[in-house]
């Protein structure tokens, strides 16, 4: 099989990681994008835009660039690399995948040019505080008037809501909450009467939100897809998240061994660098294993996010998931240990990369959830 890049993405990954490594050349730019008003140049997405990244997704057919898995792990393995603010993962892989596979002509007419252009951001609004990583655990309710619905209910940790045009939530139109049939999503505008969005900064530098809907009444073309079947739906773009968040942690990690081997060559301790001495170099070398392992199910990832079957698809996926939070542990701890004191320092930016890659670990599932996805579908090999 060959994991060469094509032409095309190889020059994908060329302008985006020249682009990335220009935007964020050090840990005090970063931490002024962050502080912007939306947590993110609004310069540097327009830029992200005039490069095609905003519609990597979408098809020629429907005004994108026609990407897929691939593509979208090589902007994430950038993004993950630099730390970059911009809501990429929040906006192109969660909310415009569940446009992509979810939206009518109608609604993809309606939409995509202005993703593509940049002018709309989108953000995914699923977990609730009761519901952990259980996507068919919904008690927000989408009650049936008319043509239209009227939506209740409390969305939190919504990545980058305060910077979406447009927010795909999930909410009950029928049956108990943890029901996995009567579920949909629904397309809420910003501005729609009776939706409040509080935002809040993140412990890894980006941004989230609580979104309160009270009496949010939206017309029949608010719906993606079957009102009530739409956890399938839900679940593929949790899976297309979980591709993307491995390939994050790939350039995460990548930048913070690279740190961390630069740290021991140059710390000196009785006269000698560190990194001379050979049980440190051993650590070292098991934080590059586990980053190649993680590379390996990152590409993993981007290959079977698209499988027909769906059983095959969601083990593959916690697999994936599984092994990088695994390693996102390993990596990260290891090189706060090998860097002493200066590695959880906020002034070091070896620091925020271990706080990034924390956060990864529990995002779209923690390490005990997944592992039980995996072998409750029967794939664990034998010792």
């Known amino acids: 099989m060959d994991f060469d890049f094509s032409d095309e993405q190889g020059l994908l990954r060329d302008s985006i990681e020249r682009f990335c490594a220009d935007a964020y050349p050090s840990l005090e730019t970063r931490r002024r994008r962050a502080a912007e008003p939306l947590g993110f140049s609004a310069d540097n997405w327009r830029r992200f835009a005039e490069l095609g990244v905003c519609g ?205 081997v630069e740290y021991l060559k140059t710390r000196k301790q009785f006269g000698v660098a560190v990194g001379s001495f050979q049980a440190l170099q051993h650590r070292a070398v098991d934080m590059l294993i586990a980053l190649e392992q993680a590379r390996s199910m990152a590409i993993y990832g981007a290959m079977m996010v698209d499988a027909a079957d769906a059983d095959e698809r969601a083990a593959a996926l916690s697999s994936v998931k599984v092994q990088i939070n695994k390693a996102c542990r390993l990596v990260g701890q290891e090189a706060v240990q090998l860097h002493g004191g200066i590695g959880m320092t906020m002034e070091y930016l070896g620091a925020h990369h271990f706080k990034r890659l924390a956060m990864i670990e529990y995002q779209l599932g923690d390490t005990p959830f997944h592992l039980r996805r995996v072998a409750d579908a029967g794939v664990l090999v034998a010792a």
């Open 56 to 260: 990597l997704p979408f098809s020629e057919e429907d005004g994108g660039f026609g990407g897929g898995p691939v593509e979208t792990m090589i902007v994430m393995e950038a993004v993950g690399r630099t730390l970059a603010v911009e809501p990429f993962f929040a906006s192109t892989v969660l909310g415009a995948t569940a446009l992509r596979l979810g939206a009518d002509a109608a609604q993809r007419e309606r939409y995509i040019p202005g993703i593509v252009e940049g002018t709309l951001r989108l953000a995914l609004a699923h977990t609730e505080r009761q519901s952990r990583y259980d996507l068919h655990d919904v008690a927000t309710q989408a009650r049936r008037d008319g043509d239209g619905f009227v939506l209740e209910g409390h969305k939190s940790v919504v990545l980058n809501a305060d910077a979406a045009g447009l927010i795909v939530v999930s909410a009950r139109v029928s049956g108990d909450r943890r029901d996995p049939a009567g579920i949909g999503l629904f397309l809420v505008p910003a501005d729609a009467p009776g939706l409040t969005v509080q935002p809040y900064p993140t412990q890894d530098g980006g941004r989230a939100a609580e979104v309160m809907l009270a009496d949010v009444r939206l017309g029949g073309d608010a719906v993606l897809g079957d009102p009530e079947s739409g956890l399938p739906l839900l679940r593929r773009v949790a899976e297309h998240g979980i591709a993307a968040l491995a390939a994050e942690a790939v350039g995460s990690m990548s930048a913070l061994h690279a740190l961390t």
